[in-house]
């Protein structure tokens, strides 16, 4: 951690596992929180006060707080004055939700109450080797029969791939110092700030004709959609959270012309980038925080739609995937949607669509924008035609609505561009919505559908 000046500690004659002060990640001014101690960070009612005196300051000096923690949970020896403390914290991390970044690295056990402050906050990082969970192996255990190690299940890898718990793992604390002082580059102090500039090299006009080399031939080839995303945006350079969880879907920050953005993208590689629960909570989520904290959204869409299953629908596919309908129709940031290949059906309109308003819709000239492909079609429209009339029809299908002209003449697409082409457009467009904004109508808070 490097620090410009010292480190301006508060309340530190209180004692107890909790520490806090405004710090410097990087350069980067921070209310910083420590939850430590030799007995493993056990949390006493003064922790609890601490934690929301720090949380509280945070929100009122308009700064990111970052919390380091390592705790066992309440302390058991202090009664429910312990319990009454987190929740007293819980309270003002809730309040700091949309008002400022709150980033959480676990450096050690981390069980119960502290770990449902994970769930709180909008970055989770894990260093390696540590593990959280509200209910340890030995309870499982009591309940369930199942004999489980801490790592199996509360470790960092799981939580990275399972339970999308954390955003990142690292090697080691100096490593998670880094990574939150690269995060913290893309993001404003507040939500009444925008992000600064990153100082940009790359040619805001540079042509990414590689970008359409990439994708295949067919249509049900695959490809890696990062290697089109990174191909557009500065330096090639993204940084991904959730990279392990979720893979049927990219979120990413990145830069653009020195702007920073969120970025979301459709994986064909995983699942042909179709739709599913833990997708639509992690492109949901994502897009929140990004509309949050004021970064422009530019979405990549290549899907054939939702996941189908009997699964997916017993668990909820409606509610979940509403969750992203929902995200992207109350984000008021600058949107830009760009159809890739495949954008068929519900997973169509929730990609962030014209109709969701966004507002550039582009398209490659490789985009398909249908209810479905032109099989699938054929066989509902056509069920009784032979084989033979059916290959004409699907042709005749592909023809016809298959492409992007189509969208365009109904206005859903505004522009059909070269692949070529992207970054320029993407960076006029940025540049030309830079001051969008958008009046919201005053309610206590939407329901979102959790």
């Not at 029809?393 to 109904?410: H, K, Q, T, V």
């Amino acid at each position: 951690m490097t620090n410009t000046i010292s480190r301006v500690g508060l309340r530190s004659r209180t004692g107890g596992t909790v520490s806090f002060g405004v710090d410097h990640i990087h350069g980067r001014r921070v209310l910083l929180v420590e939850i430590s101690g030799d007995d493993r960070g056990s949390l006493r009612p003064a922790d609890g006060e601490n934690l929301s005196v720090a949380a509280r300051t945070a929100r009122e000096q308009r700064l990111p707080l970052v919390c380091f923690v390592a705790s066992s949970g309440a302390a058991i020896d202090e009664g429910v004055g312990a319990v009454h403390g987190w929740g007293t914290a819980a309270r003002e991390f809730v309040a700091c939700s949309g008002v400022i970044p709150t980033i959480f690295c676990v450096t050690g056990p981390t069980v119960s109450g502290p770990a449902l402050l994970l769930g709180l906050a909008d970055i989770v990082m894990m260093v390696d080797e540590t593990f959280a969970f509200v209910s340890g192996p030995r309870m499982v255990s009591q309940f369930t029969g199942e004999d489980f190690s801490n790592e199996g299940l509360g470790g960092a890898t799981m939580h990275a791939r399972t339970t999308g718990v954390a955003h990142f793992t690292c090697t080691d604390r100096e490593g998670a110092v880094d990574l939150i002082a690269e995060l913290l580059s893309y993001l404003p102090d507040h939500t009444d700030a925008v992000a600064q500039h990153w100082p940009c090299g790359d040619p805001v006009d540079r042509p990414t004709p590689e970008a359409a080399d990439l994708m295949p031939t067919t249509a049900t080839g695959s490809y890696d959609v990062r290697d089109v995303v990174s191909c557009v945006v500065d330096e090639n350079h993204l940084l991904e959270p959730r990279e392990g969880w979720a893979t049927n879907l990219i979120t990413a920050f990145a830069t653009i012309a020195g702007n920073p953005v969120g970025l979301v993208a459709n994986q064909p590689q995983s699942m042909a980038g179709t739709l599913d629960i833990p997708a639509s909570q992690k492109g949901a989520r994502f897009v929140s925080f990004c509309d949050s904290f004021n970064l422009p959204l530019v979405t990549f869409v290549d899907t054939s739609g939702f996941y189908p299953g009997k699964d997916l629908e017993w668990r909820g596919m409606i509610r979940y995937g509403a969750q992203l309908a929902f995200a992207y129709a109350r984000a008021t940031v600058p949107r830009i949607c760009v159809t890739l290949r495949k954008s068929y059906g519900g997973a169509y309109i929730v990609m962030d669509s014209r109709y969701m308003g966004n507002d550039l819709m582009l398209a490659w000239p490789t985009a398909e924008i249908a209810v479905m492909g032109a099989k699938g079609a054929v066989e509902i429209l056509h069920r009784n035609a032979d084989p033979e009339e059916r290959a004409e029809l699907e042709s005749a299908y592909e023809d016809r609505l298959l492409n992007p002209y189509m969208a365009a003449e109904r206005g859903s697409v505004d522009r059909v561009i070269d692949p070529a082409d992207t970054r320029s457009e993407l960076v006029s467009a940025l540049e030309l919505l830079a001051g969008k904004r958008e009046r919201i109508p005053r309610r206590r808070h939407d329901n979102s559908p959790l």
